[in-house]
């Protein structure tokens, strides 16, 4: 039977240090993901110029935004995990 | 475009539709609580509620939507994978966790936990229900359009299946059903996406794509002074023609079958090519290429006219890898098909006609955002707009952001956002794959962009048409049960129970909460049917915008910035939501919708967010320092 609260009641003494760690990632992303904008509104001619193999900047960079995306996801859960295990372990110390 | 009707198609539908309810029915058994029935008792494992986020948020937008505006309008459609993608990043590294500790049952819950105020509780219940609603109409259109070929059945009918299938599912279950729906339906999407996507690039890149195709044909003209007098193949009489700015449109007759022809003197000597026509005429008949619709004399188009492979001129390019595909699009010449309108002899005419592009203009953007050839300063707007609301909206969407609660950790919730980019970035890479597939296999009905996806599958078999649709309307019921889960949350929960603070038991929220379901699906099949003619992807662009400017500067600036107050939160959502409404009511496809000329629209904005995202923010930091202000003032 489902019954349980689902208010967080965890402590955490990482989180500010994972907030710090998000937004820094979020900011790199932010700029190359304006990047693609700005290149798309003031020089759009350029998306169409063949970078790799054959295949335009549209292609690659769009294609690039969305693989970074898992790429960045992997290295932030990565870091989260360490900070979660060494500041909550060493309280428990 | 009329569809014949399978048996296959209807079994398989059939029994997509009974697993969706029978498992609903299942989970619907073990939920008596309100934890239960709007978060799943937060006991949902991390990679099973990733793999729900994704059957969640790929809804009919982007198997549809995205896959359609691809198929019409090339690289403008993958625009929309790359911004909605995108979006997973602010909520993973901003949202996912800090809301997963603020929250309890809704995204309501989350925003009013440092302030208690019923300012919030009100402004947040109605955004949650506005963008809801806003979500919910794409979904349903996109249920419509699929009813038609896969059960020969009426938009209409479609909508009001999904609508009362949905209130079923939830009024009889929860979050717990939805999440296991959405798993199994987000896991075979990409499965048989996948599937989809290694036929097309088995096949490679044809000028004929097979042999049901209709072949195009071409017939020599003569004229005068700018006037058709003659034409080359007398099986064929010359009935009149009509110009439209630097075009002609010719009609003749063979056979007692008239058909419309489009005038092309760009080769050595002019020709009149093929057009696809829908006629309206005096005495109240609607005809397709001359005849009624049942006389199927309209079809699926969409072909390569030339393909060039590493300089030379060939006819097929075999079975190629991803790139390989991508690289030869590029180089090759597609023939769409651009669509006009116009009176004759007091008969309304739509023409579709060829309209051969090359691929190296398809594989960038400017094909429907004009931001290259023939750009203004609105339209590059909106383009930025678009892909600003997209980036933005994911981390406000409610039926989103209430997944954070139906895990028992913040770690799980970050694993689970993780799990949900990987699965959405693939199937969002696929969109490309699909979408062109249908350009150039005969995938496009040119009465609706919404059908892409499945009309590709049909080129490669009637089984894999039925699955695909099948998965396509579950995908719609899936993500329309999370969203009247969403929206009935805000009704009951946070308007009732919170704001209205009217004391019930858990048995009575749960009660009110299926009542509220009942409603909210209602309203969705009646926006559903008024709807219908417009794109999925687009007018789900639309709930993000909304989402974005009412939603998350409240969201952010609560988290991040420590001068918000409960009335700049309760302001910025309301600014927000309206100016993002009103942008919208005042755009020229609302102009469109109510019969109006879309040119005299008097905001030529299709997307509100790069105005009204601002406003909210800006709302929220004003009012909080003005009430801040005040309060210092009070307590000296």
Known sequence: ?93 | MIYDVSIIAILIFIFFVVAVIGLSFYFGKKTTSASGYYAAGGQINWAVNGIAFAGDYLSAASFLGICGMIAFFGYDGYLYSVGYLAGWVVALFLVAEPLRRLGKYTFTDALDAKFDSRGIKLAASISTLVVSVFYLIPQMVGAGALVTPLLGLPHWVGVVMVGSVVIFIVATAGMTSTTYVQFIKGGLLIIFSVLLTVFVLVKGINTNPGEDYHKFISINASIENGKVTGISDASYKLLGQHNEKDQTFVKLEKEGINSWWKLNTTGAAPVLEEALSIVDTKDGKKLYNGAPKDARKFFQVGHTKKIVVDGKEVESTGPVGPFEFIRNIESSVIVRFAKKSFTFNDEKVTVFYQNPTSGTDLMKPGMYYKIDKGATFWSRLDFISLMLALFLGTSALPHILIRYYTVPSQRAARKSTIVAIFAIGFFYILTLYMGTGAMINGGLDVESSNMSAPLLAKTFGITLFSIISALAFATILGTVSGLIVAASGAVAHDLMDKYMKIQMTESQKVRNGRIAAVVVGIVAIILGILFQSQNVSFLVGLAFAIAASANLPAILMLLFWKKTTAKGISWAIGVGMLSSLLIILFSPTMYDIMGLPPDSAPIPLQNPGIISIPLGFITLVAVSLITKNKRVQESK
């Open chain 1, 1 to 93: 039977m489902i019954h349980k609260n689902t208010v967080s009641v965890e402590k955490d003494n990482s989180i500010k240090v994972k907030a710090k760690l998000g937004i820094i990632l979020f900011f790199v992303y932010l700029i190359i993901y304006a990047g693609f904008v700005f290149i798309g509104t003031v020089y759009p001619q350029v998306l169409g110029f063949k970078v790799i193999s054959g295949l335009n900047l549209a292609y690659v960079y769009g294609m690039g935004l969305i693989v970074l995306a898992g790429v960045m996801g992997l290295i932030y859960n990565f870091f989260c995990t360490r900070f979660e295990n060494k500041m909550n372990k060493e309280e428990e110390l």
